[in-house]
């Protein structure tokens, strides 16, 4: 019969080795995919991470279609911006609340700040990109242009 190890965590809690590798693993496939600070807290368990919407990229033959889950936030808290090939979504969210009864008094506060930037293909028309946000999903229609822009040789020089 097979004995189950296990160990001690920074909180003094009983983990199974299995499961805490198993911890590593998504927050190291996470962190890779960008996905990292979509837990509510860091890894170290002590501080509220930033939130990172969830995004969707769609092709077709007319425009890029980039849709991002939002919340709990309006268009106020929003900033969509094209420069230099590469766009940019930044956001912030903030909530207070707070609550007194006879014997209860509650004070609840979240916040958070995001930045999600994309680069964009030649093809994209910059001077024709409309964005729409309804019910907490941002949508933003990215239209391509007719041809991509052209490639430019560079000559190599001595030194």
Do not use: C, W
């Not at 509220?48 to 991002?68: C, F, G, Q, R, Y």
């Not at 209860?104 to 946000?133: M, Q």
């Amino acid at each position: 019969m097979a004995q189950e190890i296990k160990k001690s965590n920074t909180t003094g809690a009983m983990m199974d080795p299995l499961s805490d590798m198993r911890m590593e693993m998504d927050r190291l496939v996470d962190a890779m995919l960008g996905r990292g600070l979509a837990r509510p807290f860091s890894a170290l368990g002590s501080r509220p991470a930033a939130s990172m919407p969830n995004m969707d990229i769609k092709e077709t033959h007319e425009a890029l279609i980039v849709t991002a889950e939002l919340p709990g936030m309006d268009e106020n808290d929003i900033s969509v911006t094209v420069r230099d090939g590469v766009l940019t979504l930044k956001g912030e969210k903030k909530s207070e609340h707070d609550e007194t009864t006879d014997d209860v008094h509650v004070s609840e506060r979240t916040y958070g700040a995001f930045t999600r930037s994309f680069r964009l293909p030649d093809t994209i028309d910059d001077n024709k990109i409309v964005a729409a946000f309804d019910k907490g999903v941002l949508t933003i229609n990215l239209p391509k242009g007719d041809t991509a822009k052209p490639e430019k040789k560079i000559p190599i020089g001595r030194t």
